[in-house]
């Protein structure tokens, strides 16, 4: 298979620079990119998540979801269903909800259905798995995709064409400028299933890269905050309370949620959520200190 050659000889190009111009995304500006998918693994998840009620932890207004069958609803603590969301199965265990406003929030569900990690999306690229590339279904992450490329697809807002390739050790994030490739390489660690965040500086908002389980699709999403969530059956342990941990009541729900992971083999889960803490609370050295350590961190 021929791959395209990325030009190395030009390093200034930033993992967001292809985004410095766009607005943030809104439905209009997305048209027919984020539609569900009607392949039947993906029409078995929709099924096997059918009627669980799930609670999110450190979420600030949506505190339980449901898929009704038909609409991911949220429910009320009497069990009220609320208007159904605008929503999407992009793919196997992944669901996205359009907010009314510029942001959206994409659910990341675990293979065995015991959790979800929502995140809210303040910016969104979609590609498609390049010409010259062979679909590849994606059972070991992320060796499967090594060598492949994806290339942006035009959303009407003019944005440079930009392409990525995981080489093996690091993500190539390319933008054509002027019919030549700008690439920066990202060191990157695995946040979710079929997800690579890059690594960045505590303040800044990381990119996840996002692969679709059939190999043909990715997206890129700036994950402005991470959350959690189980079956409103699964036992609930940690029950610190917010004066006693200095956190604000959200982010002490998110953090007893974590404490009970570190009793779990969910490592992947928990440092995502680790790394989450040390950016929301860089202003708070102390406190990211202590709740690093509280959740298992070194």
Not at 24 to 53: C, H, M, N, W
Not at 180 to 190: F, I
Request: glycine share 6%; hydrophobic share 35%; proline share 5%.
């Amino acid at each position: 298979m021929h791959l395209p050659t990325f030009s190395t000889g030009a390093f200034a190009f930033l993992a967001v620079a292809c985004l410095t111009a766009m607005a943030l995304p809104t439905r209009a500006q997305t048209p027919g990119a984020f539609t569900s998918k009607t392949y039947p693994e993906v029409d078995a998840f929709a099924s096997s998540i059918k009627g669980t009620i799930w609670e999110l932890r450190g979420t600030n207004t949506l505190k339980r979801l449901q898929f009704t069958g038909e609409n991911m609803v949220s429910l009320s603590p009497s069990g009220r269903a609320s208007a159904p969301y605008d929503s999407a199965f992009v793919d196997v265990g992944v669901v996205r909800l359009n907010f009314s406003g510029p942001n959206t929030a994409w659910y990341f569900f675990s293979d065995d259905l015991k959790y979800v990690t929502p995140t809210t999306v303040v910016g969104e690229l979609a590609y498609k798995l390049a010409k010259t590339g062979t679909p590849k279904r994606i059972k070991n992450f992320p060796a499967d995709i090594q060598n492949q490329v994806w290339d942006f697809e035009d959303d009407g807002r003019n944005l440079n064409p930009t392409r990525v390739r995981w080489n093996g050790t690091q993500l190539e994030v390319g933008v054509l400028r002027n019919n030549a490739w700008d690439v920066k390489k990202h060191d990157v660690v695995v946040a979710e299933r079929r997800v690579l965040e890059t690594k960045s500086e505590p303040a800044r908002i990381p990119s996840w890269y996002v692969f679709s389980s059939d190999g043909t699709e990715a997206w890129m999403l700036q994950v402005q905050d991470v959350f959690g969530g189980q079956p409103s059956n699964a036992p609930v342990k940690s029950s610190r309370t917010a004066s006693e941990t200095g956190l604000k009541l959200q982010h002490n729900d998110l953090a007893n949620y974590g404490e009970d992971l570190t009793a779990t083999s969910e490592h992947v889960r928990l440092d995502t959520i680790r790394r989450y803490f040390q950016r929301s609370l860089a202003k708070q050295p102390d406190v990211a200190k202590s709740t690093h350590v509280r959740l298992g961190g070194k």
